[in-house]
């Protein structure tokens, strides 16, 4: 059994500074002790997936990412795990739990299964897989594994945690400030606005100091179209991790301004993020959500965005302001304005109706590292 202390510090020593986790009953030590601590700063998720995307965030922004969760939430994961980390070469530390280890304590048996199949997933998905630490002597060696193959490779390396592993510590008070409610920016007549029209505004509204990350599908592809840059990047697959991928990448890079490029039908599989983005509110984070009701790049199928008030919902979730923007001059006076902030921008777009959109020339890992060079020229 070790201490979460030493834990934490050999984290700190070896590279890595932000945690991101769902909770679980083995983890509540390791979980308090980075509440508590003063080097490493944890990031609460609302599942586990976003929890991977945070830390992928932290990782390209050059803060070395945790995420952490129980093994029954291994499932929630997959998609990132597959096609974000995986395959833009972000490397992550995973530490996920083993209830329902097999020969190990009893438990409930909704862990059997996950139990016994935990570490076969991991493989499954390229994922190297060590024994949590037990012990002080087992820590250094165990992170030195981890970071020789995270350096080597560029991809995520987990330690799957026994019962008992870490010995307790209790949270100590977490106070946060009183926030005043947000504000919601109504337009006064919406109009779905072209597609193209609405991301050459945004386009050419943006910054190269911005980072700018675009989400899956005709978003990312839109945005290439209009205009590639080395501080863009476009999601494929890991849907709905576009702005949680953002938090990341806005807290481990305060100086420079995140702007989340979402579609709603991505949001709307995610929307535990707007929480989590909320809860944090980081100042240099713009979240625009282009929703043209239907989920545009597989048919242009309907999606359940009619349903939704996404000003509304954000500022519900926390954020300090949100708004819908109805003209082309409205967008880019919104996304020039530079004051710091958390903000939501809702744009109603209508469905595309050219859908010949040409994909980035440039490999998912090849956007990543020119996005970090990016970042290390302006660090």
Known sequence: MIQSEHFLKALADTGFGLISGVPCSYLTPLINGSIN??????????????????????????????????????????????????????????????????????????????????????????????????????????????????????RPFALVMSKGSVADEPLLTLERPPRPAGTVTPAESPVAMDPDDVMRAVHGALDPADIVIASTGFTGRALFQVGDRDNQLYMVGSMGCASTLGLGLAIARPERRVVVLDGDGALLMRMGALAAIGLERPPNLVHVV????????????????????FPELAVACGYPHAGTLASLDAVADSLADRSPGLRLFHIRTQPRADRALPRPDTPPDAIARRLRANLEATS
């Not at 282009?290 to 008030?309: F, M, Y």
């Open 37 to 154: 601590s003063s080097t490493m700063r944890y990031v609460n998720a609302a599942n586990e997936g976003e929890a991977v995307a945070i830390a992928a965030g932290a990782s390209l922004g050059g803060l070395g990412g945790v995420a952490m969760f129980q093994n029954s939430g291994l499932g929630n994961a997959v998609s990132p795990l597959t096609s974000l980390t995986w395959l833009f070469r972000i490397p992550i530390l995973l530490i996920t739990t083993w209830r329902g280890e097999p020969d190990g304590p009893g438990d409930e048996p909704q862990h059997e299964l996950m139990g016994r199949i935990t570490r076969d997933q991991l493989a499954l998905m390229e994922v190297p897989v060590r024994d949590f630490p037990r012990t002080d002597a087992d820590i250094d060696r165990t992170l030195a594994d981890a970071r020789g193959h995270m350096e080597e490779h560029g």
């Open 290 to 309: 282009l929703d043209n009701g239907v989920h545009d790049s597989t048919g242009a199928q309907e999606s359940i965005a009619a349903a939704v008030q």
